[in-house]
């Protein structure tokens, strides 16, 4: 909960941009070519201005343009805008484009291998704003099953969430990888649901919505840091079996992505 962001390489999407980003990224930050950012808290946007600067100044692939998403009064992220459009004013060497965005609004991807799309959705967190998460959906032709005929479908690859919970269920079937925010554990449902900070999510809740929409594997996020990595391994694994859940999990712990125990033991934790 220090710095929160996902590279999704194939569509080249960065989901928020947490302090460190680009520290992290190196030159991998000149592959990016959007950014959709959920929400104006820190651990979601410090690291946007010096990615900003640093896909300026060091050596890579300079001329491609790189396009900031946000939700469109988020009144923080439009300050940190005009802050980098301020500092970067006649220096930028790239387009640079800042697009708002109101909830259920769907961008057309143009530099991918499919048509692919991302489709914008309202998370509860914050009294009274809004707040975004993601899902890219790709198109692929598939053979209908009632007419046999090759048609078009969309096909749903990746789901962020940002912060905060009610993310909605999606007609395309099943994700193939959702990140879903997962802040508290069950005995701390009560903070979870205060809109006097911010609402988030717990590990059951976040399991739950996975058990539902019966996604393939779910990375689980944003987890505070009172908890030890063995409760929350231990958390998800009850939950797991409790609701059925037959997707792979994985925790998102600190800087480690860990598997959940349950599959370790029986010797199927993959590499
Ligand atoms: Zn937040």
């Keep these: ?16 941009a947490g302090e460190g980003v680009a520290t992290t990224l190196r030159k991998k930050v000149f592959a990016i070519r959007h950014i959709f950012l959920s929400h104006g808290h820190e651990d979601h946007i410090a690291g946007i201005a010096n990615l900003v600067n640093v896909r300026n100044l060091a050596p890579g692939d300079r001329e491609k343009p790189l396009t900031i998403y946000f939700p469109r009064h988020d009144k923080w992220i439009n300050e940190l805008l005009s802050y980098i459009e301020k500092k970067q004013s006649g220096l930028l060497r790239y387009p640079l484009y800042a697009q708002p965005l109101d909830a259920n609004d769907e961008i057309v991807l143009t530099d991918t291998r499919r048509p692919t ?20 959906e790709e198109e692929r032709r598939v053979i209908d099953r009632f007419t046999g005929q090759p048609v078009c479908r969309y096909h749903p690859i990746f789901l962020y969430t940002g912060d905060g919970y ?3 269920h ?44 019966d ?50 033991r029986s010797g199927l934790a993959p590499k």
């Design 166 to 168: 009610g993310v909605q």
């Design 1 to 16: 909960m220090y710095s929160q962001w996902f590279y999704h390489k194939p569509s080249r999407c960065l989901f928020d």
């Design 215 to 264: 996604a393939k594997t779910l990375i689980l996020c944003h987890i505070s840091d009172r908890y030890t990595l063995n409760e929350v391994l231990s958390e998800a694994a009850v939950v797991k079996k409790e609701l059925d859940f037959r997707g792979e999990i994985y925790v998102a712990y600190r800087d480690q992505l860990v598997y959940t125990p349950d599959q370790l």
């Design 170 to 213: 999606s007609s395309f079937g099943r994700v193939d990888l959702a990140v879903h925010e997962a802040t508290f554990l069950r005995r701390d449902a009560a903070k979870a649901g205060a809109w006097e900070t911010a609402r988030h999510s717990t590990i059951d809740g976040a399991i739950g919505w996975a058990a539902r929409e």
């Design 117 to 136: 799309r991302v489709r914008a959705f309202p998370m509860k967190h914050i009294a009274a704003e809004l707040s975004l998460g993601f899902e890219i």
